[in-house]
């Protein structure tokens, strides 16, 4: 997103690309920057696809059958599914109540082999070693297949991409080019284009002229691209909105409702609409009005809770003992984890990732001043584990989709529970365990109540001077409704 932070495209890649396919999500990244740099022509040339440039997906496209698998390319395969990292608590999603309103909703399924999603991502599936769909996907899937506007909630990590990407792409795969992810676009003749701020927009509108058929976008440059007229959204079928609620937090809706309704793109009814999120705010519900036409409203778990895969931990901690508090932490982890340390700040990330540094961490860090290039790289670097401390600031809270993240610590914790639940779902993800520190201390009484709410109900240890506190500011502010949630 472009945010308030500035302008990061993390997201998008991250949250989109790189969801798929399990464990190797450097490689995934790699395959993309291929993608942004120009230098892709070669890679498909060497892995045996037909002719040159762009052409993997568009060339082969004209003869065949858009519903037929292309032909194979190992290293591209090796590349794209490299591992499964589904955890051990994976069964455990089927305890988690669910609940679907709306008209004549479709019948959920068990197994992926309940619906025909067609031969492509049938296939794909398989080599992303999904053996079975997760809650969200198990109500997505049918709901989205059979065409009906869908609102969506589910908690971080539980495989909401997947929920609209495999049906979506399905659809297009058996609908043909007539009527636009990585892993999952594997081996069809959809070609996939990202737009996003931060990086030269020369290469993506170089890309974008090459066809595109499955748009990966932030609203801010998108608006930009509609506006140089580079982008025109008259045949968009399918709009998703992932993470809706954080382009709104950001001020973003102005641009999301000039995309949607002030410009060529079919309307609701016309266009089928899905919006997915871990939390659903006022705002959203409103959008969600506007934008989807008879919907289904998907509910997996409490809307807002945050996963039982992470142990949630908070613990008194004064400003000034942060920092050997944090030690202690760090030296208290196993050596192949990563960590992850959330700052209020860009100031405040760049004064701590020095100060690991000075005491001798390998650390890295990313925040809105830096440019893309360098939240790249420190992606990169962390993932890699060559870096295993990312200090980072709110742009790192939501759909970034690291495997082997151990550990989040709200160095700072933020004000509003939402970014909260957001950013210790970068841990505990598709069944993974995970850990979750935050410190408080005065300045963090504004989310007493939220917090304490979120961790009785995921049945964590709650320390006891936090509940009294809670019972304090709620008796202070009792004459003041609860807006939140
Ligand atoms: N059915 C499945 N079986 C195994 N792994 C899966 C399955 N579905 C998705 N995954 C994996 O789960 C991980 C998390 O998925 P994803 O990023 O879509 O979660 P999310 O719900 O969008 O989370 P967030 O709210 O944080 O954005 C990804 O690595 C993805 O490959
Ligand atoms: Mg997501």
């Known amino acids: 997103y472009e945010n308030k932070d500035g302008n990061w495209g993390g997201p998008p890649r991250d949250a989109g690309f790189n969801s798929f396919g399990g464990r190797s999500d450097r490689s995934k990244s790699a395959f993309f920057n291929d993608r942004g740099t120009g230098s892709r022509g070669g890679r498909f040339e060497r892995g045996g696809f037909s002719s040159g440039g762009n052409s993997r997906w568009v ?23 490299s591992g499964s990292n589904t955890g051990i608590n994976f069964e455990k999603y089927d305890d988690i109540p669910v609940e679907a309103t709306g008209t004549s909703c479709p019948k959920h399924i068990e197994i992926f082999h309940d619906v025909d999603m067609g031969e492509i991502i049938m296939g794909n599936i398989t080599l992303s070693r999904y053996t079975r769909p997760t809650p969200v996907q198990k109500h997505a899937i049918p709901i989205i297949k059979s065409k009906r ?56 509108i170089r890309d974008l002229e090459r066809g595109c058929h499955l748009l990966v976008a932030t609203p801010g440059r998108l608006v930009d691209m509609m ?25 973003f ?9 002030q410009d060529t ?3 609701k009814g016309i266009r089928q609409t899905m919006m997915f999120s871990a939390t659903f705010p006022k705002e959203i519900q409103i959008l969600a009005r506007d934008f989807l036409e008879d919907y289904i409203f998907l509910a997996v778990g409490r809307v807002g809770s945050t996963s039982e895969n992470i ?34 700040t860009k100031k405040g990330a760049d004064a701590l990732e020095d100060f690991l540094y000075r005491e001798g961490y390998a650390c890295t860090s990313i925040h809105g001043d830096r440019s893309q290039r360098d939240r790249e790289e420190a992606l990169h670097q962390f993932r890699s584990g060559r870096c295993p401390i990312l200090v980072a ?14 550990h989040v610590i709200n160095f700072d914790l933020p004000s509003d529970i939402e970014e909260y639940v957001h950013r210790i779902g970068r841990t505990g993800r598709v069944g993974n365990l995970g850990l979750a520190t935050s410190f408080f201390n005065d300045k963090n009484s504004n989310i007493t109540k939220d917090l304490l709410d979120i961790l009785v109900e995921a049945k964590q240890e709650v320390p006891s001077w936090l509940e009294s506190l809670a019972y304090e500011h709620q008796h202070k502010s009792s004459n003041r409704g609860r807006s939140k949630r």
Not at 60 to 74: F, G, L, M, Y
């Open 265 to 267: 793109m079919p309307p």
């Open 393 to 406: 600031t709110a742009v790192a809270a939501r759909g970034l989709d690291i495997c082997n993240v151990k």
């Open 149 to 204: 506007d869908l609102m969506a909630c589910a908690q971080t990590g539980s495989g909401k991409t997947a929920a609209f990407l495999l049906p979506v792409l399905s659809q297009i795969y058996t609908e043909g080019p007539g009527d636009a992810l990585q892993a999952f676009a594997y081996r069809s003749h959809v070609r996939p284009c990202v737009v996003y701020g931060g990086a030269d927009i020369g290469q993506q």
């Open 59 to 81: 060339e082969e496209a004209r003869e065949d059958d858009w519903s037929k698998p292309t032909a194979p390319n190992e290293r591209l395969e090796r590349e794209l599914f």
């Open 311 to 344: 142990t949630q931990k908070v613990v008194w901690v004064e400003e000034n003992d942060k920092r050997s508090f944090l030690l202690d932490l760090l030296n208290a982890t196993g050596k192949d984890s990563l960590t992850l340390v959330f700052v209020e």
């Open 253 to 261: 809706e102005p641009q999301i409702r000039r995309i949607v309704e």
């Open 227 to 251: 506006e140089r007229g580079k982008i025109g959204l008259d045949y968009c079928n399918y709009l998703v909105l992932d993470e809706a609620d954080r382009m709104l937090d950001m001020g």
